[in-house]
């Protein structure tokens, strides 16, 4: 059995559209990594390296709760990111776990509401966002 861990709960908006993902730390440092590596080109705040000692501690999630959203909002809202080759920028979303049509959202909402299409209503409803907030992070 696996001991507690602490899963971050993000909520991130695009137009009118809402995400709510859950992403424990290593999932976070996988994509810090990634970045590192992919994106070394482009200026994007990168994430400290806590100790797992102390990755329960209040003042240790209360940090890595700000480096988070700051991460995520520099990331989804970086004009170089959002040019991006369709491979790498597909492979960040689902390393956040967004659609890989993140982007389109807003445009659809419009076509939408012009069109009252609905299986574009259908479809947006079914997929999962340039606001970020980390609403909480939780122990589990």
Do not use: C
């Not at 996988?30 to 990755?55: C, F, G, H, M, Q």
Request: proline share 2%; net charge neutral; charged share 30%.
């Amino acid at each position: 059995m696996f001991g507690a861990y602490t899963v971050y709960v993000i909520e991130v908006s695009i137009g009118k559209v809402f995400f709510k993902v859950d992403l424990r730390w290593s999932d976070l440092k996988a994509l810090n990594e990634y970045l590192a590596k992919e994106l070394s080109d482009v200026k994007i705040p990168r994430l400290s390296n806590t100790k797992l000692l102390n990755n329960k501690d209040t003042k240790v999630i209360e940090t890595r709760k700000l480096e988070i959203e700051e991460l995520i909002l520099h990331l989804l809202m970086n004009e170089s990111f959002i040019a991006r080759d369709a491979m790498v920028k597909g492979r960040i979303l689902g390393m956040l776990k967004l659609d890989s049509n993140f982007y389109e959202y807003p445009a659809l909402i419009r076509e939408l509401e012009e069109t009252g299409n609905p299986d574009m209503k259908n479809m947006l409803q079914q997929d999962r966002i340039s606001s970020a907030q980390l609403t909480k992070a939780s122990i589990r």
